[in-house]
């Protein structure tokens, strides 16, 4: 047995800091905790509290980190590099094999101790996998089947996909002992601990999967560690969390937290400002001074490890030439948009990559330049006649969404591409298929400090993009697997910056448009600090 080596892993654990004991009985005798209202534009998409099915950026906001918790944690408040979690360390038995010691006296919020059991079943082809297979299927021998319920609930379709994007090769979690657990990958991977700590790889109570009717009664409240539990959700309208007074973490600050749907801005803000909620969530740019006028109140945020992007459908008639979808890359002022909707406050990034990512960051990376010209003449070498180009769009899911969509139809139109906006009412509608699925909004985030965790996730062939059969590149196929299974960093960087060139100009899958950015208003007598993330933490010591 071996520790890891700093070449063949990304994230190290660290030392856990004993979280303070407050008796429980002192909390009911004085329990004077707050109860707090936050406005927001979405809750979830999917109707779900289901960390694998809904893999968004409102979701981020309401799971963590106050529902769902990893193994490896990320400084939430920080850099969001990783540090213990639900686990207090790990090490590398070899570039396939992970062990993790698990923290004991974690208590889920049904009261059941966590144990290796709700590792592994987390983690099982009943709650995660269904009937997907790991990539080297042939690792995979009947005595190592992950162990499953006695109780079978019928998945939804897209969660073992989910799975397969995150763990696309993991055939085994193993409970050495009711404290240990060892992740065996079928193949060499230096992203595992990266993978245990993204979207998606929290931990749930084996029971509390077991004891539910359906899986949709599970996944509106589901029995997880977080310092908050479930009270009420109301689909489309709000979800109640009331605290876990036996978090391991130490007493949640709040007696209990609403979020509550209100899609308009305005709205948002004038609740906030009339006392009706203590937090107002997705304020523009344009905004923040209206509220800060106000002088009992502040606007905190900034950019996010999250890009906005407009994607291509390369099997729409229009589109199937790369040089039509190079002609929109080209036509696009970015800076413009950065100057003129976000007052400067994101930016225009080095492509579909963060200086997070360390080592295979590529700072010199471009994005594709504003060239109007060269815009036209790719038009008229790809033989473009003008006919219609539909772009599909959600109303305001993003902020200036509406906003940044209607410049990007002026300013493709200025190079000659006839697009037509429509805007639709959910993601089913965005991603469906047929003749007039061209172009679409999207964002994607980097859960985690390796390109694997966006541009292969993503984008790669089990990414969602060629899962729903828009977009695919045989090269650029074949770079992902160097990417997922090399351990030679060299080769893992170039080989990045190879993906980034067919991707973003050679065949383009998508235009990273700029860094997201996110910003919430709140009353400046609540003493708070926000993520640079969707997530809002609301855990002992950042409330009061």
């Given at each position: 047995m071996r520790e890891t080596s700093r070449r063949s892993v990304l994230w190290m654990g660290g030392a856990a800091v004993a979280?303070?004991?407050?008796?429980?009985?002192?909390?009911?005798?004085?329990?004077?905790?707050?109860r707090i209202t936050i406005a927001v534009q979405k809750i979830v998409n999917s109707n779900t509290l289901d960390v694998l099915r809904e893999q968004s950026n409102v979701g981020e906001r309401v799971f963590f980190t106050s529902l769902w918790e990893a193994l490896i944690s990320r400084d939430w408040l920080g850099n969001l590099m990783p540090q213990p979690g639900l686990a207090t360390g790990w090490k590398r038995l070899d570039d396939q094999t992970v062990e993790l010691q698990l923290r004991r006296g974690v208590k889920f919020h049904n009261g059941d101790e966590m144990t290796a059991e709700d590792v592994v079943f987390t983690?099982?082809?009943?709650?995660?996998?269904?009937?997907?297979?790991p990539k080297n299927r042939a690792t995979l021998r009947t005595s190592e089947n992950i162990p499953t319920s006695r109780v079978t609930k019928e998945l939804p379709a897209e969660i073992p996909a989910v799975a397969r994007r995150a763990w696309p090769d993991l055939v085994r979690v193993e409970a050495v002992d009711r404290y240990t657990v060892r992740f065996h990958n079928g193949s060499p991977d230096v992203t595992l601990e990266g993978r245990l700590a993204r979207y998606g790889s929290d931990i749930m109570s084996r029971r509390g999967w077991e004891e539910a009717a359906s899986y949709l009664d599970w996944a509106r409240k589901p029995i997880t560690t977080g310092p908050y539990k479930v009270v009420e959700f109301r689909p489309d309208n709000s979800l109640t969390l009331e605290a876990h007074d036996e978090y391991w973490g130490g007493t949640p600050p709040l007696k209990s937290i609403r979020f509550v749907e209100v899609p308009e801005v305005a709205s948002r803000v004038a609740g906030l400002l009339s006392g009706q909620y203590q937090f107002a969530c997705d304020i523009p740019p344009d905004q923040i001074s209206e509220v800060e006028k106000n002088a009992a109140f502040e606007v905190q945020g900034g950019t996010i490890l999250n890009h906005r992007l407009t994607c291509f459908d390369k099997n729409n008639a229009q589109l199937a030439n790369p040089l039509v979808r190079r002609a929109f890359t080209h036509a696009i002022d970015r800076q413009a948009i950065v100057d003129s909707l976000w007052a400067?406050?994101?930016?225009?990034?080095?492509?579909?990559?963060w200086d997070y990512y360390g080592d295979m960051f590529h700072a010199d990376w471009k994005v594709p330049e504003f060239n109007p010209t060269l815009a036209r003449d790719l038009l008229k070498q790809a033989g473009y006649k003008g006919d219609a180009i539909t772009y599909r769009v959600l109303n305001n899911y993003y902020t200036n969404q509406n906003a940044t969509a209607q410049i990007l139809v002026e300013m493709w139109r200025s190079v000659g591409i006839n697009v037509?906006?429509?805007?639709?009412?959910?993601?089913?509608?965005?991603?469906?298929?047929?003749?007039?699925?061209?172009?679409?909004?999207?964002s994607n985030s980097a859960p985690f400090n390796d390109p694997v965790s966006s541009l292969v996730n993503q984008h790669g062939p089990n990414g969602q993009q060629q899962q729903i059969g828009e977009w695919s590149n045989a090269e650029m196929n074949q770079l992902c697997e160097v990417l997922e299974t090399s351990t030679d960093r060299a080769l893992r960087r170039r080989s990045f910056r190879r993906m980034l060139e067919i991707c973003e100009h050679e065949d383009p899958a998508y235009t990273v448009l700029h860094q997201n950015a996110t910003f919430t208003a709140k009353a400046k007598s609540i003493r708070w600090k926000t993520a640079p993330a969707f997530a809002m933490d609301f855990r002992p010591g950042n409330y009061a």
């Amino acid at each position: 047995m071996r520790e890891t080596s700093r070449r063949s892993v990304l994230w190290m654990g660290g030392a856990a800091v004993a979280a303070p004991f407050v008796p429980r009985f002192a909390i009911a005798q004085t329990d004077n905790r707050p109860r707090i209202t936050i406005a927001v534009q979405k809750i979830v998409n999917s109707n779900t509290l289901d960390v694998l099915r809904e893999q968004s950026n409102v979701g981020e906001r309401v799971f963590f980190t106050s529902l769902w918790e990893a193994l490896i944690s990320r400084d939430w408040l920080g850099n969001l590099m990783p540090q213990p979690g639900l686990a207090t360390g790990w090490k590398r038995l070899d570039d396939q094999t992970v062990e993790l010691q698990l923290r004991r006296g974690v208590k889920f919020h049904n009261g059941d101790e966590m144990t290796a059991e709700d590792v592994v079943f987390t983690f099982s082809r009943e709650r995660m996998f269904g009937d997907t297979q790991p990539k080297n299927r042939a690792t995979l021998r009947t005595s190592e089947n992950i162990p499953t319920s006695r109780v079978t609930k019928e998945l939804p379709a897209e969660i073992p996909a989910v799975a397969r994007r995150a763990w696309p090769d993991l055939v085994r979690v193993e409970a050495v002992d009711r404290y240990t657990v060892r992740f065996h990958n079928g193949s060499p991977d230096v992203t595992l601990e990266g993978r245990l700590a993204r979207y998606g790889s929290d931990i749930m109570s084996r029971r509390g999967w077991e004891e539910a009717a359906s899986y949709l009664d599970w996944a509106r409240k589901p029995i997880t560690t977080g310092p908050y539990k479930v009270v009420e959700f109301r689909p489309d309208n709000s979800l109640t969390l009331e605290a876990h007074d036996e978090y391991w973490g130490g007493t949640p600050p709040l007696k209990s937290i609403r979020f509550v749907e209100v899609p308009e801005v305005a709205s948002r803000v004038a609740g906030l400002l009339s006392g009706q909620y203590q937090f107002a969530c997705d304020i523009p740019p344009d905004q923040i001074s209206e509220v800060e006028k106000n002088a009992a109140f502040e606007v905190q945020g900034g950019t996010i490890l999250n890009h906005r992007l407009t994607c291509f459908d390369k099997n729409n008639a229009q589109l199937a030439n790369p040089l039509v979808r190079r002609a929109f890359t080209h036509a696009i002022d970015r800076q413009a948009i950065v100057d003129s909707l976000w007052a400067g406050r994101t930016k225009v990034p080095a492509g579909l990559q963060w200086d997070y990512y360390g080592d295979m960051f590529h700072a010199d990376w471009k994005v594709p330049e504003f060239n109007p010209t060269l815009a036209r003449d790719l038009l008229k070498q790809a033989g473009y006649k003008g006919d219609a180009i539909t772009y599909r769009v959600l109303n305001n899911y993003y902020t200036n969404q509406n906003a940044t969509a209607q410049i990007l139809v002026e300013m493709w139109r200025s190079v000659g591409i006839n697009v037509q906006m429509s805007t639709v009412e959910n993601w089913s509608q965005i991603m469906a298929r047929g003749p007039q699925r061209a172009v679409r909004d999207w964002s994607n985030s980097a859960p985690f400090n390796d390109p694997v965790s966006s541009l292969v996730n993503q984008h790669g062939p089990n990414g969602q993009q060629q899962q729903i059969g828009e977009w695919s590149n045989a090269e650029m196929n074949q770079l992902c697997e160097v990417l997922e299974t090399s351990t030679d960093r060299a080769l893992r960087r170039r080989s990045f910056r190879r993906m980034l060139e067919i991707c973003e100009h050679e065949d383009p899958a998508y235009t990273v448009l700029h860094q997201n950015a996110t910003f919430t208003a709140k009353a400046k007598s609540i003493r708070w600090k926000t993520a640079p993330a969707f997530a809002m933490d609301f855990r002992p010591g950042n409330y009061a």
